[in-house]
């Protein structure tokens, strides 16, 4: 019951780009994707200080389209001002979950995460990987680094009107179709200009639309 009532919360919350998720059984169901035609069905999963399951969200970015996974409203969702909040990815596929990324940090009592980026492996239009992308050099970071990511400090900040402060997950795609043609969303992850400030791009990155 609570994980229906948790799926069925996400689904009122969840806002991805440009997106009509449209059935999701049938996304579920997908099993071999063809790039810039198919819809990939992937939850975001936020989680307490014990990896315990607080609420998720729904997304379904198209195939190769780098796109932007948003939680919008954040702040004013739980008490998360007062937690350690972390989070995973989820994707499903063939009528299950088929892939998780590892849980990673998405605040502290001092520093939150604005935005990190997952990379989504493709062999012949079958999901193959999930993983953080982590190419992002914390060394670069004017600020802190937050497990594998620039943290930026929220304290004394509108959160809950600050667009920058909603938290954000890029999705990139490598591989091939199920035509054979290669993923070329990747060559625009931000993970590929990290000779930048990391935490000067944290921020830019942040506000995009």
């Not at 999701?24 to 099993?31: E, I, V, W």
């Not at 007062?82 to 063939?94: A, G, P, T």
Request: proline residues 1%; negative net charge.
């Amino acid at each position: 019951m609570r994980q229906a009532t948790l799926l069925i919360v996400g689904l009122f919350i969840a806002f991805a780009l440009c997106y009509d998720c449209g059935t999701l059984s049938t996304l579920a169901a997908k099993s071999k994707y063809e790039k810039f035609v198919d819809k990939q069905l992937l939850y975001i999963v936020v989680e307490d200080e014990n990896n315990d399951e607080i609420y998720r969200s729904v997304y379904c970015p198209s195939v190769d389209y780098y796109s932007v996974l948003k939680f919008n409203g954040f702040w004013t969702i739980t008490n998360v001002n007062s937690l350690k909040i972390n989070y995973h990815v989820e994707l499903w596929s063939q009528g299950k979950m088929l892939f998780k990324t590892s849980s990673k940090v998405l605040k502290d009592t001092q520093y939150f995460v604005p935005f990190r980026v997952v990379e989504v492996t493709v062999e012949d239009g079958v999901v193959k990987d999930l993983q953080w992308d982590e190419q992002l050099l914390c060394s670069l970071c004017s600020t802190k680094c937050v497990d594998g990511a620039c943290g930026v400090t929220f304290s004394g900040k509108s959160v809950t009107t600050d667009g920058s402060f909603q938290p954000k997950i890029y999705v990139a795609w490598v591989g091939t179709d199920i035509n054979g043609y290669y993923m070329t969303s990747s060559s625009d992850n931000v993970s590929q200009f990290n000779f930048l400030d990391a935490t000067s791009m944290a921020e830019s990155m942040s506000s995009l639309i």
